[in-house]
C-alpha cells in the first residue's frame, strides 16, 4: 500500500553513550570498582614514583617502557621538535589576551598543523613519525600562550632541560627548581592516559576518518576546552583558594552538602572508589607543598576532601585528579586559567596510542542514532 511504512527494527542505546564498548586496547585498563588504572600493564603509582613522562609516553605509545638506546632516541626526537613555526607565534599576537589559554593554544596549533610536511599522507609510517613533534610543538605552543596572559613574548628552550623543565621554563621565564620539575612531571605522567573518554573518542572518531594525526589532536582539544571534561581542576582550585584553614574547609562544605551542590575535582563517570592517580600524586603533593611553606594548603585540602567523601563515599563520590594537581600548579607559578593545559599535554599522549592502535584495521567510526521523529 502506498505510503505505509514498515515498523522500525528494535534499537536500543544508552544517554551519551554509557557504557558502550567502542572495541579492545592494550593501551591501558581502567578499573572503576577496584581503583585501579595501568598503563600497558604498569600501574600508574609505580610510573609516577619511578619514570619520567618522557619513558612514560614512549611506553603509552609503543607498548614498552624503553631500554637505554630506545630512551636516548625518543628524548632526541623529543628535543629535535622544540622549534614550532613562527607562523604559530605570529597568530598569537592577533588573539586577544584574555582568551582563555587553552583557546589560545588550540589557535597556535592549528596554524602549526598546517607546516607539517605532507599533511595528507595518513599511511601509517607518516602518522608514526607524528607524535614527538605533536608532543613538543604542542608543549612550546601552550607555554607561549601561558605567557601572552601577562603580555610577555614566548622564551625560546633550553637544550639541558627535560620535557617538564623545558615547558616550566618556556611558560614562566624562570628556570625551575629539581623539586619543581620533579612534582610537574610526575602528574604528567598521572595524567598521560585515561582509556576512551570524550576527547579520546573525538581524536579517535578524526583519525577514523583518514585524517592526519594532528587534526585528531585538534579534535580532543576542543571536547577537551568543555568545563565538563577538561576544566575541572582550575575550578577546584578556584573553589579551595579562598579557604583559610581545615576548620573553615570542614564548614564550608558541610553547608555546601546541606545545600545540595557539587564539587568540582569529586566523583568521577569511572571511578566509583577512590581514583588511583590520586594516591599516585599524594606523596609527592605533600611534601612538595610542605616544603614550600604551603602545609596549611595540604591540610585544607584533606579537611575539604575527608568532609566530602565522608558524606558521598557511600554514593561512589571520591576526589579525583582534578582536585589535586591545580594545588600543584599554582606555587610552581600557574594562573588558574592555565591550570588545564598541563592535562592536555600530558593525556594528548593517549589520545595518540589509541588512535595508531586502531588504525591498522579500524573502520570509519560512524555511529547509528535513535529515530524519535513521526
Known sequence: MIGSVAPPSPQTYDRGLADLIAGDTAVSHIDGVAGRLLFRGYPVEDLVAASSFESTSYLILRGELPD?????????????????????????????????????????????????PDPERTDLDAQWRRPARILS??????????????GHEPVAPRDDLGFAGNFLFQALGTSPSDD????????????????????AL???????????????????LGALSGARHGGANQLSFEMLDPLEGPSQAR????????????????????????????????????????????????????????????????KGVFANIDSMTGLLYHPLGLPPSAMPIPFCLAIQTGWMAHCLEYLPDGTMIEPGCVYVGP
Request: aromatic fraction near 8%; include cysteine.
Open 137 to 150: 610543538w604542542t608543549a612550546a605552543l601552550a607555554a607561549a600562550a601561558i605567557r601572552h596572559l601577562g
Open 251 to 314: 564548614t564550608w562544605a558541610r553547608r555546601r552538602l546541606a545545600a545540595g551542590h557539587r564539587f568540582p575535582g569529586f566523583g568521577h563517570r569511572v571511578y566509583h572508589c577512590p581514583d588511583p592517580r590520586v594516591r599516585a600524586l599524594e606523596p609527592f603533593a605533600e611534601r612538595f607543598l610542605t616544603n614550600r611553606g604551603l602545609g596549611h594548603r595540604w591540610r585544607t585540602y584533606l579537611a575539604l576532601r575527608d568532609e566530602i567523601e565522608a558524606a558521598l563515599g557511600p
Open 68 to 116: 637505554a638506546k630506545q630512551a636516548r632516541s625518543w628524548d632526541i626526537e623529543l628535543r629535535r621538535w622544540r622549534l614550532p613555526p613562527q607562523a604559530a607565534f605570529d597568530a598569537l599576537s592577533r588573539v586577544p589576551r584574555n582568551a582563555h589559554p587553552l583557546a589560545q593554544y588550540r589557535t597556535m596549533l592549528t596554524v602549526a598543523a598546517c607546516h607539517i
Open 202 to 220: 573525538a581524536a579517535l572518531v578524526v583519525a577514523s576518518t583518514g585524517a592526519d594525526l594532528g587534526s585528531a589532536v585538534l579534535a580532543g
Open 180 to 199: 619543581e620539575v620533579r612534582v610537574f612531571d610526575a602528574s604528567l605522567i598521572a595524567q598521560a592516559e585515561h582509556g576512551l573518554h570524550a576527547a
